[in-house]
């Protein structure tokens, strides 16, 4: 089987795998657990296809992917996806309810955007959300409205990198300064009144916090190194001390605390191994700044 990366399923961190006629599995990711795998001495990583309304079809060219690429699909099996992707405005028929939130990921970084109701915190759990809370729910259009008035009238952005999250996770306010800072960003969208779409039905702020099962209550300095590649017969060997989004950061021997973004890991054979040091390239990450961006 090969690896699809971590998919959080159930409000949980779990290890996914596709076989290939389609099959799933998964194996759960623990903060405090072990992590040991070897990849395939092939090397080889292949595209993982397009699921679509609870089917998959494997990619009809077999295309490879590039050690460094941060997804798990080709350019044209990509493209597909997308033809049919809330996210690329080309679902604006969708008649599921969809809700409105407000995430916060450090000091400073917020951001809106929008989910299908029925997936619940899912999708703030994949964007590694430190808390959240929900602004409103309606139809898809309306939604959407609610997003760029929030972008327009109160400069709040539909997106956050990366490199900005990762930043902050090592730098978290005590969490009842990060549900303040929540609910003051809330009131600002709420003061908007009827700026807002009349097809939003507001939700009341209920602000939920995702550190403790991130694992970053209480942690001391970030990574000292990234995981950049995956190259064939090398091994990854340690003890997960958090893991929030597609990050998983895991205390190794001699190497310290790594960053492994799991979506390189996306259409490679991984194997167990009893291997203890860890042979994955690495490159030193940037020291987190000490000092706090503002608010607003």
Known sequence: MR????????????????????????SPVAVGGAVRFAVAADGLRLCGGVARGGRWTACPYAAEL???????????CAALDRSSSVAADTRADDPRPYSVYLAYFGPGLRKVGITATVRGAARLLEQAAVCFTFLGEGPLMTARRT?????AALRIPDRVASEAKRDARFRLPPVERRAAELRAAYEEVTGLGGSLPDSLRPSPFAPVDHAALFGLDGVGAGPDAEVT??????????????????????????????LVDTRLTAGLTLIATSATATTVPAAPVRPASAEPRPLF
């Not at 159930?10 to 006629?21: I, K, N, Q, V, Y």
């Not at 590039?66 to 044209?76: H, V």
């Not at 997960?240 to 990050?247: E, F, I, L, N, S």
Request: charged share 25%.
């Open 3 to 26: 690896c699809t990366g971590i998919r959080w399923r159930d409000g949980r961190p779990a290890w996914g795998w596709r076989d290939e006629r389609g099959g799933t599995r998964l």
């Open 66 to 76: 590039a050690p460094g690429a941060r997804g798990d699909q080709c350019a044209r």
């Open 147 to 151: 997003e760029a008035v929030l972008g």
């Open 229 to 258: 590649a995956l190259p064939p017969g090398s091994v990854l060997a340690g003890t997960v001390t958090a893991v929030a989004g597609h990050d998983l950061y895991v205390r190794t021997a001699g190497r310290g605390l790594l």
